[in-house]
């Protein structure tokens, strides 16, 4: 959901209301995946890097997700959707906004529509160092680590690979987003900014989409 700084930076605004509008876009896009009958979406929300953006922007965003949780998540429960986090959930993410992130997903846990992920103090290194421990934890032969198995200790191992990608505002980069899950997906980059970015722009994404040709590597039957 990227380009919320710079839409505010032109309207002359504080960065932080960048964000604020970005809450209306995440609802707009969310709702147009769901219409459309998209099963998993994923956002990222704070990665393991925006720790370093200002004290005051950190605390924004904290607080800003707490809000949003506490604010959407009956109205998302009754759209049917399951609500998960992935990322680290380490002490320097306040015990209370833990716990809202828990309720959600107990909230919403059975529920059958839409799974929709929120990369939480998310980074996709982070995430294979974490597969990694853990699976040194369970003392796994090397000899015995498969693909299969990394992606099984993942922080969601039931999340599919994504088949599209979107990076919004013009920055061509994965910016260590879902790295592992990636290898394969198509990406398609907007020069919307977040706030800006409406169902419309999701549609159009999914339009170019449909038009790649998918190898996985291998080559295209005639
Ligand atoms: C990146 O824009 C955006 C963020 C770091 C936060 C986005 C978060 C939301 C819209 C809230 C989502 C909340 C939940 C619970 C799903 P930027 O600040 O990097 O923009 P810039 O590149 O223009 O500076």
Redesign the pocket.
Known sequence: ???????AELKGLP?TE??TA??QS?MDVLEGADELGVKWFT?F???TE?WRRPPEEVRF?LN??EK??LERQDELHERNVRIRFVGRRERRVPKRLLKRMDEAEILTRKNTGLTFT?A?NYGGRAELVDAMRRIADAEIPASRITEKTISRYLYDPSMPDPDLMIRT?G?YRISNFLLWELAYSELVFSEV??PDFRREHLFAAIKEYQDRDRRYGGVTES
């Open positions: 959901m990227d380009g919320n700084g710079r839409w960065r960048g964000h970005g809450e995440l956002v929300a704070f990665s925006n965003l800003f997700n949003i949780l929120i939480f505002s920055e900014l977040w």
